[in-house]
Structures are given as C-alpha cells and as structure tokens.
C-alpha cells in the first residue's frame, strides 16, 4: 500500500485478474510487450524487467525454433520430390532412347534374324 492508487489501479488493470493477466501475458507474447513490463517496472519494480526481457527470449527462441523446423522439414520434402521428379523424368527419358534404338535395329534387321545388315 505504499505505491499511490492510480498506479495500483493502472496495475489491476494489466494483472488485476486472471483473465486480465492472461490477455496481458498473450499481448506481451505476440504483440507490444513494452507497455505492460514498463507498467510493472514503474510501479512496482525493476526486476520485473528482467522477467519480461527473460521470457520474451525463451518465447522468442522457441518460436523460432519451431519455424525453423517447420521451414526445414518443408525444404526436405521439397527437396524429395524434386529427386523423384527428376528420376521419374530420367526413367522416361530412358524407355523414350530405347524405344527408339528398337525401331533403328528393327529396320537394320529387316529379317529379325537378330543380326544387322547393311
């Protein structure tokens, strides 16, 4: 009761209830963080700064961590279906080669005796 009441009503506002600190917290996770650790940090601490810059890291690294693995896993999968495209492309470019040297070597062995003349 030391701190005056518009700064303990300014406070209640940002965490005076569970629903009030939980939509706080979520603001503080995903959007402008800097109001409610001032709020805290003029009027009731400093060290409540140092638990916002905390926690925004530790959220800030795992959220990123998580893109990061969702980012890579999609560039793998990605990557395995640019290798099966390509060897589907190889195989029918193959049949494609052989089909053709078929029809050369049947026109060269008009008797389809299995030997070639000139």
């Not at 089909?99 to 049947?106: A, G, H, S, T, V």
Request: aromatic share 14%.
């Amino acid at each position: 009761e030391a701190n005056p009441i518009e700064h303990r009503n300014n406070v209640f506002l940002y965490y005076g209830t569970f629903w009030r600190a939980l939509i706080t917290m979520f603001e503080v996770t995903f959007a402008n963080w800097a109001n409610a650790c001032r709020l805290l940090v003029d009027n009731v601490g400093e060290e409540y700064g140092v638990f916002f810059v905390v926690y925004r890291c530790i959220i800030g690294f795992a959220v990123l961590s998580v893109i990061q693995a969702v980012f890579i896993q999609q560039t793998m999968k990605t990557a395995q279906q640019d290798l099966e495209f390509e060897m589907q492309l190889k195989m029918k470019e193959a049949e494609s080669y052989k089909k053709k040297l078929e029809r050369i070597f049947k026109m060269l062995d008009p008797a389809g005796d299995g030997t070639v003349t000139l």
